[in-house]
């Protein structure tokens, strides 16, 4: 019988065979691993990132929030000047919080009101990302009208601004017709209502060419504002003949102009009035001299009964004379504009209801609970009034403007 050999050459070759399947089978492995090693180390850094940077953006928002902090209680450093010593700062980096892991921030203010500079650094994991932030003021002025509930312009009436400067008129109101306009009225600007109502239903006023009516992105409010403390126990006061007032302040319970009074305010003056300002016929308020400066601060009603109010501003600027209603509840303060007046001030009254009697020319802003203007009316916002917020104005606050990412 035959004997059948097995070559050894073929064995070899078959071995050979596998050992190369084997290798090809290892280097692919190992490509494969390195790649998914790859992606995960890519990914935990894409995350790390992400984290750094959610980090970074926590430092501005708490410095912005400090910020406002010490406005809203008036830290007494922080009112007086801009320095290292009284504008916040975090310069050791601080958990975000017990389920946050890695991510830490700090942050650092600098500059001066009301244009700071945030610089906050954000880090995870050994990645950090860092922000620079600028800041600007916002404050109860920024529109150029808002009302509570009820805009009332009669026929004729015109609101805008110079050419450039952007004009904003709201209401808080849902109600159907909280704007409204007679003949021949309109509004030079954007309007805008809450953000659960319809601009249709709510703004039956015409806007002019360019403008639009919208919904507001967010429900705004007005937060009140409180009478200072008086320096002196207020007491009721009639002046019977024109009298200068040029002190830093007065205290007034009741303040009356007798027939033909006119008070002139020379200085930077604030009057504090715990009730009413009445006027007999043909009196008023004059501001006078470029650099004089008049706030008055009232409890109680402008021009109250048959008699009007009239205040003058020769300086040209709203922004000299503001007018703050400290009433915090229903029912309304009145104030009371008469025929003809020519108004340059910023009113601030959220539980106001105003009025100007026909022919008005007003320039500035208006924030109250209602207003109404009569017939043949002129309103010019006055955007200078943004330019002026000072850190003691009522109601101011710090935004951020502008950010970027270093």
Not at 162 to 190: D, F, K, R, Y
Not at 298 to 326: D, H, M
Request: net charge neutral; hydrophobic share 40%; proline share 5%.
């Amino acid at each position: 019988m035959k004997k059948v050999h097995t070559s050894s050459k073929n064995r070899g070759s078959a071995l050979v065979l596998i050992i190369v399947a084997m290798v090809i089978l290892m280097v692919t492995g190992i490509g494969l691993l390195a790649v998914g090693y790859n992606s995960r180390l890519l990914a935990i850094k894409d995350n790390a990132a992400l984290a750094s940077h959610a980090a970074a953006d926590a430092g501005v928002f708490e410095a912005v929030c400090e910020l406002n902090n010490k406005l809203a209680t008036k830290e007494a450093a922080f009112m007086a000047a801009d320095n290292n010593s009284t504008l916040p700062s975090m310069t050791i980096q601080t958990p975000l919080g017990p389920d946050s892991g890695n991510q830490k921030y700090a942050y650092r203010v600098s500059d001066t009101w009301p244009n700071y500079t945030i610089s906050s650094t954000g880090a995870s994991n050994g990645v950090e990302r860092k922000i620079s932030a600028k800041t600007t003021v916002s404050g109860p002025f920024d529109p150029a009208i808002l009302v509570a509930n009820q805009l009332t312009m009669n026929n004729n009436d015109i609101v805008g601004a110079a050419q450039g400067t952007e004009v904003t008129v709201g209401t808080l109101s849902s109600s159907a017709g909280a704007i409204s306009a007679g003949n021949g009225s309109v509004i030079n600007g954007n309007v805008f209502c809450p953000p659960d109502a319809s601009p249709e239903s709510v703004i039956s006023a015409p806007v002019g060419s360019g403008f639009s009516k919208f919904q507001a992105e967010e429900q705004m409010t007005m937060a009140p504002v409180f009478m200072p403390a008086f320096g002196t126990t207020p007491l009721d006061v009639t002046y019977s003949a024109n009298t200068t007032l040029s002190n830093p302040s007065y205290d007034f319970n009741n303040l009356t102009l007798a027939n033909n009074v006119t008070l002139t305010i020379s200085g930077n003056v604030t009057l504090r009035i715990a009730k009413d300002l009445s006027m007999g016929n043909n009196g008023g308020i004059s501001v006078v001299g470029a650099n004089s400066k008049l706030t008055i601060y009232i409890g109680g009603n402008i021009g109250p009964g048959t008699n009007s109010f009239e205040l003058t501003n020769s300086t040209g600027s709203a922004a000299a004379v503001k007018i703050y209603g400290t009433k915090t509840s229903l029912p309304p303060q009145v104030f009371n504009f008469k025929n003809s007046s020519t108004l340059v001030a910023a009113i601030y009254a959220p539980f106001a209801d105003v009025t100007f009697m026909n022919n008005p020319n007003i320039t500035g802003s208006i924030i109250c609970n209602n207003l109404t203007l009569k017939n043949n009316m002129v309103f010019t916002y006055d955007d200078s009034i943004r330019d002026s917020y000072k850190k003691t104005d009522p109601g101011v606050h710090i935004v951020v403007s502008n950010w970027q990412e270093q």
